[in-house]
């Protein structure tokens, strides 16, 4: 059974690919793209998110994580657990949360950076979290 740590080690082996829009490949990959990947590869979610547009359907977007994955309180956000964001007010964008010693980081598929980063979760990215999942089948 994977670990939080196992989700962060595989989120990490996807830095610095190239950003591309509904991307499920190592040659690009999106942010949801991203999530789905490293869910597979630990063998713990077989659900895709496909067929948006760059602003997703906000339903359809979070239905699909919902049946992916447990939903949970942004407050109880531990690492490798997955947050959705909303730019405005549909939700668009997702990345995996990591709890750093002396701040949170994450980890996602960044479209204006064209790449996949890990970046501090600044007080910008916290204003915009709109919900929280976590993998089924992770050990703590």
């Keep these: ?19 591309r829009h509904q991307g499920r490949s190592s040659t690009g990959v999106d942010c949801a ?9 630990l063998g713990l979610a077989d659900h ?17 994580f919902r049946e992916a994955m447990e939903e949970i309180r ?4 531990k690492t490798g657990d997955v947050i959705l964001f909303a730019d405005g007010i549909s939700p668009c964008h997702v990345a995996f949360y990591v709890a750093g010693e ?19 979760y600044t007080a910008d990215w916290q204003k915009i979290a709109i919900h929280a999942f976590r993998c089924y089948g992770v050990a703590d």
């Design 1 to 19: 059974m994977p670990n939080r740590d196992d989700i962060i080690l595989a989120a990490r082996s996807w830095l610095g690919r190239p950003w």
């Design 33 to 41: 793209g991203l999530v789905v990947l490293v869910a597979r590869s």
């Design 48 to 64: 895709d998110v496909s067929g948006y547009r760059r602003t997703p359907h906000a339903g359809r977007f979070v239905a699909a």
């Design 74 to 77: 942004i407050a109880d956000l």
């Design 102 to 120: 002396d701040q949170p980081w994450i980890i996602h598929a960044h479209a204006l950076r064209r790449k996949v980063v890990e970046e501090i």
